[in-house]
């Protein structure tokens, strides 16, 4: 069973940053393909941003499109999660998410991951 904890939310005003991390634990991270989801309170869960096994096969959801970039570390066990120009909108808590797979696929849909972590606020005031 993969591990998956977050780290880096936190407070900002809109149009600042903030880099969010994922380690992942449990299991050989080159075979583990990554998503980052949040979820507003009152809204379901989004999709936000998605990495495959290989650094650069990506994808994103469109309203973080340009402004948000995932990317990862296989000799950490880790990806990262860099946000730019934060809006209000953006406020959420923010999941990881863990699948093993032995493809080059990119996953978007939440019910493709089979671990998630407990998430970390991320609170962007205006």
């Known amino acids: 069973q993969v591990g998956v904890v977050e780290s880096g939310g936190g407070l900002v005003q809109a149009g600042g940053s903030l880099k969010l991390s994922c380690v992942a634990s449990g299991g050989t991270f080159s075979m583990l393909a990554m998503g980052w989801f949040r979820q507003a309170p009152g809204m379901d869960r989004e999709f936000v941003a998605a990495?495959?096994?290989?650094?650069?096969?990506?994808d994103y959801g469109d309203l973080v499109k340009g402004r948000f970039f995932i990317s990862r570390n296989n000799a950490e066990n880790t990806i990262h999660l860099q946000m730019n120009e934060l809006k209000p909108e953006d406020t959420a808590i923010y999941y990881c998410a863990a699948r093993w797979t032995v493809s080059m696929n990119v996953y978007t849909a939440a019910l493709e991951y089979g671990s998630w972590g407990r998430g970390t606020q991320v609170a962007v005031s205006s």
């Open positions: 990495i495959g096994r290989y650094e650069g096969d990506t």
